[in-house]
Nanobody, 124 residues
């Protein structure tokens, strides 16, 4: 089992920034591709960003490209999501997830482990 715990969410004004962290334990973090998803009330969980196990290739949803940056520190077993220029429509619960696939997917079903989520609220 791989345990994932997100942190760093909160309330921020539009235009502000937040950095989310996801601490992993239980298995070799570096063996997994990682992703961030989000879910707003009444909506389906949607892909935000993903990163390969090693090498740093990253993938982003069009809605966050240029504003969000995903990164990982395998030595610290931690995944990050730097969020800049936040908009009210970014308000959601943000989840980190781990995938055994070589290339991380963009749908929830492609991920094997999930964190409990952290709330991000952007006020206008």
């Amino acid at each position: 089992q791989l345990q994932l715990v997100e942190s760093g969410g909160g309330l921020v004004q539009a235009g502000g920034s937040l950095r989310l962290s996801c601490a992993a334990s239980g298995r070799t973090f570096g063996s997994y591709a990682m992703g961030w998803f989000r879910q707003a009330p009444g909506k389906e969980r949607e892909f935000v960003a993903a990163i390969r196990r090693i090498g740093g290739s990253t993938y982003y949803a069009d809605s966050v490209k240029g504003r969000f940056t995903i990164s990982r520190d395998n030595a610290k077993n931690t995944l990050y999501l730097q969020m800049n220029s936040l908009k009210p429509e970014d308000t959601a619960v943000y989840y980190c997830a781990a995938s055994g696939r070589l290339v991380p997917g963009m749908t929830p079903i492609e991920y094997d482990y999930w964190g409990q989520g952290t709330q991000v609220t952007v006020s206008s």
